[in-house]
């Protein structure tokens, strides 16, 4: 056997190592979840046991680990598997046209949610997000990116108890 048949499984020199990436976002989330949970003011109760430090130090714990048995694997040589969706060609690069427009659909949603209000920045996501994935009925996706900020704030209000902000129309909703 040559040597190229014995390495055709493993990586080129510092090839295949954007799993470190992801390793060390796992383990700086793991960090922030601990130390989080750590400046938890619990007062004692001795009806409960467990308290409610116990699991954000499980999750943040587990984050690390993962990041450290990430890191290992990839070091000695371990690579992801390439995602091969039946709809994804790999071989092209990603679609900036429509990659752009839904950043900054998003992007504006965090600048105007607290002064506009969720229902005007979410409908600006939704349908921001709709024109970037394609859609050209400007009306009809507009009349639902409406409803559904609407459907999402109330949904909020009382199904869950979340006051979402109102913004510029807190006196009307």
Excluded at 73 to 85: D, Y
Excluded at 159 to 167: Q, R, T, W, Y
Aim: aromatic letters at 8%; proline letters at 4%; hydrophobic letters at 50%.
């Amino acid at each position: 056997m040559t040597q190229q048949s014995t390495d055709a499984g493993k990586p080129a020199a510092g090839k295949g190592r954007s799993e470190l990436g992801i390793a060390a976002l796992l383990g700086a989330a793991g960090a922030v979840v601990l130390w989080d949970a750590s400046r938890l003011a619990v007062p004692y109760s001795q009806t409960d046991v467990v308290g409610p430090k116990t699991l954000p130090i499980i999750i943040g714990c587990l984050l690390v680990v993962t990041a450290v048995l990430l890191a290992i694997n990839v070091l000695r040589g371990g690579r992801g598997q390439a995602e091969e969706g039946e709809d994804v060609d790999l071989s092209h690069p990603a679609d900036w046209k429509t990659v752009l427009p839904l950043v900054g659909a998003f992007v504006l949603n965090i600048l105007l949610i607290d002064i506009a209000g969720w229902v005007i920045s979410g409908t600006l996501l939704f349908w921001g997000s709709v024109w970037a994935l394609g859609g050209r009925k400007y009306v009809r996706d507009g009349l639902v990116s409406v409803a559904m900020a609407l459907t999402t704030f109330y949904g909020f209000y009382f199904g869950l108890g979340i006051k979402l902000p109102a913004g510029i129309l807190a006196g009307i909703l």
